[in-house]
């Protein structure tokens, strides 16, 4: 079946850095869009980033211009997101999405980051 499993989240200083994987299986990785979203409590989910299916297109929110980096490995069925300088409104739950024709998508279960002193 379908699965999407994010991890890599925890607690980090403002400042830190977290790496966040998102493994894929039973769907053909390689042809979809894949993206991370998050969710802060009260808030709507938003996208962060989102990477082609060969990785050669990224688009990321302003928000995290500079600071965030999506990356995948297509042999692998990973799908990654690199957080620097991190900031206390990074604090959200973080999903992964898999994406194809627009229409057929996959959501992970979501990973907790916690951006706090």
């Known amino acids: 079946q379908v699965q999407l499993v994010e991890s890599g989240g925890g607690l980090v200083q403002p400042g830190g850095s977290l790496r966040l994987s998102c493994a894929a299986s039973g769907f053909t990785f390689s042809i979809y869009v894949m993206s991370w979203y998050r969710q802060a409590p009260g808030k709507e989910r938003e996208l962060v980033a989102s990477i082609g299916s060969l990785g050669s297109n990224t688009n990321y929110a302003n928000s995290v211009k500079g600071r965030f980096t999506i990356s995948r490995d297509n042999a692998k069925n990973m799908v990654y997101l690199q957080m620097n300088s991190l900031k206390p409104e990074d604090t959200a739950v973080y999903y992964c999405?898999?994406?194809?024709?627009?229409?057929?998508?996959?959501w992970g279960q979501g990973t907790q980051v916690t951006v706090s002193s």
């Open positions: 999405k898999a994406l194809r024709n627009g229409q057929q998508y996959y």
